[in-house]
């Protein structure tokens, strides 16, 4: 069985600049989270959907951040514009009951 | 104060010992523990969960939790060198779902 997947592995892109990184649950999940670690952080919450719809989202920085998850499959997390302090490693979990999550290998973000 | 504290080591440990490693939480509401193993560059990997006060084994690993002490630990058995690496306490309330996490503590297993 595949896990979570999620691509691109690793991006750098400038200042200003948008992102879209993508997420592939397990298949049969219908929690999916986002999480992020910056540099010498310990690991945050971004957000959490349940199926297609946002449970939680308090976690997201600001309005630079837009997570989707249209038809409940994969997601996507767009940061437009991007800002330095936007440099981090996001995780992509899925879970089937909310409870294990199962992380992604993560995309490493490097704004410049 | 963080809400979730562990000590970020390196916690040196010889090969074969046990390997305590340990975690204290400020949120009386948190009802479920859990510890993930991450290598370096690598995703965090499930190791256990743990919910009611007491001991949980796993193989080698046993999870323990104190929740009058706000503490929970992981003990690693006959620790071996592929245990190297930064472990997560990571826990969760009931009323939503996300994960609050600690900072993880590395361990180093010496041959």
């Known amino acids: 069985e595949a896990g979570v997947t999620q691509f691109p592995s690793h991006s750098v892109i400038e200042k200003g600049q948008t992102v879209t990184l993508r997420c592939d649950p397990i298949s049969g999940h219908d929690n999916l989270y986002w999480y992020r670690r910056v540099m010498g952080k310990e690991i945050k919450f971004l957000l959490h959907?349940?199926?297609?719809?946002?449970?939680?989202e308090s976690g997201m920085p600001n309005n630079r951040f837009l997570a989707e998850r249209t038809g409940g499959t994969y997601s996507t997390l767009k940061v437009q514009p991007a800002e330095l302090e936007d440099s981090g490693v996001y995780f992509c979990?899925?879970?089937?009951?909310?409870?294990?999550?199962?992380f992604g290998q993560g995309t490493r973000l490097t704004v410049v | 104060q963080k809400e979730v504290e562990q000590n970020s080591g390196p916690l040196s440990v010889p090969e074969g010992a046990i390997a305590s490693l340990n975690c204290t939480y400020s949120d009386r509401g948190s009802q479920s523990f859990f510890w993930y193993r991450q290598y370096s560059g690598k995703s965090p990997e499930l190791i256990m969960f743990?919910?009611s006060n007491g001991d949980k084994e796993d193989g080698r690993f046993t999870a323990q939790l104190n929740k009058a002490s706000q503490y929970v630990s992981l003990l690693i058995r006959d620790s071996q060198p592929s245990d190297s690496a930064t472990y997560l306490c990571a826990v969760k309330t009931d009323s939503n779902y996300q994960l609050i996490w600690g900072a993880g503590t590395k361990l180093i297993i010496k041959p």
């Open positions: 979990a899925s879970s089937p009951s909310g409870y294990e999550a199962f």
């Open positions: 959907f349940v199926k297609e719809s946002k449970q939680d």
């Open positions: 743990i919910y």
